[in-house]
């Protein structure tokens, strides 16, 4: 029923840019909290930025500066433009939505986009 897939992934030098894409079905986006995780093989997956409702941003320490969250309610997506990519942001890249009931029952997940960046 509801179901986020991401797209945009792929190889790139660093140095170099991305743009990923999330687009929700069967559900209401506007009501959704949206955000960007990412896990690299063996590590812990880590929260890489977020996006309210409201559109209030956050971003890990290690992506400030080079990366954007951003959404667009008219198209049921969201976006994280990717600048400045570095090998260590390597990783599984996984769409991530909260709904208003707050908890993991109304949680959802992409089914993930790879991003390599390497010479």
């Known amino acids: 029923q509801v179901q986020l897939v991401e797209s945009g992934g792929g190889l790139e030098q660093p140095g170099g840019s991305l743009r990923l894409s999330c687009t929700a079905s069967?559900?209401?986006?506007?009501?959704?909290?949206m955000a960007w995780y990412r896990q690299a093989p063996g590590k812990q997956r880590e929260l890489v930025a977020a996006i309210t409702r409201s559109g209030t941003t956050n971003y890990a320490d290690s992506v400030k500066g080079r990366f954007t969250i951003s959404r667009d309610n008219a198209k049921n997506t969201v976006y994280l433009q990717m600048n400045s990519l570095k090998a260590d942001d390597t990783a599984v890249y996984y769409c991530?939505?909260?709904?208003?009931?707050?908890?993991?029952?109304?949680?959802?997940w992409g089914q993930g986009t790879q991003v390599t960046v390497s010479s």
């Open positions: 069967g559900i209401t986006f506007s009501l959704l909290a």
């Open positions: 991530n939505a909260q709904g208003p009931l707050l908890g993991n029952s109304d949680m959802y």
